[in-house]
């Protein structure tokens, strides 16, 4: 059994946190956000890696002060570095502070304390300017 490469990692993280992502937005069917997740989930860019993937998901542990402004800008920044080092180390960070919200709050999105997210999914977590500014990396 062979050592996963960091690619193979981070198209696992991206197509999982899309698949979340989607669900958060089902409700919202015929929204642009929600096709988009569902392109990213389960359609032609499944596992794809983009950098609003992963702000997406650190946007949504900032809601739940799991990591601060901050943080995340330093996250984005690593993941824009020429140096594939900083990609993997900020990758794994995104992958724990997942695991910490999963943990602390449940993995599964209809629950109640995911409510305030799927109503107001595009202003809290996936907002337009979030999707230009991260596709800038």
Not at 61 to 71: R, V
Not at 115 to 133: A, G, P, Q, T
């Amino acid at each position: 059994m062979g050592t996963k490469t960091t690619s193979q990692e981070l198209s696992e993280l991206c197509a999982s946190i899309a698949t979340e992502h989607y669900n958060f937005t089902k409700d919202n069917k015929g929204d642009n956000i929600n096709y988009m997740w569902y392109l990213y989930s389960v359609g032609v860019h499944k596992g794809h890696y983009r950098p609003f993937i992963l702000m997406a998901e650190m946007n949504l542990c900032k809601h739940f002060q799991l990591i601060n402004e901050e943080e995340c800008n330093n996250l984005l920044n690593m993941l824009k570095s020429e140096d594939e080092d900083n990609a993997y180390i900020a990758m794994h960070v995104v992958k724990k502070i997942m695991h910490d919200r999963h943990d602390q709050f449940g993995k599964d999105t209809d629950l109640e304390v995911y409510k305030d997210i799927r109503d107001n999914y595009s202003s809290k977590v996936m907002s337009h300017e979030l999707f230009i500014k991260t596709k800038k990396t």
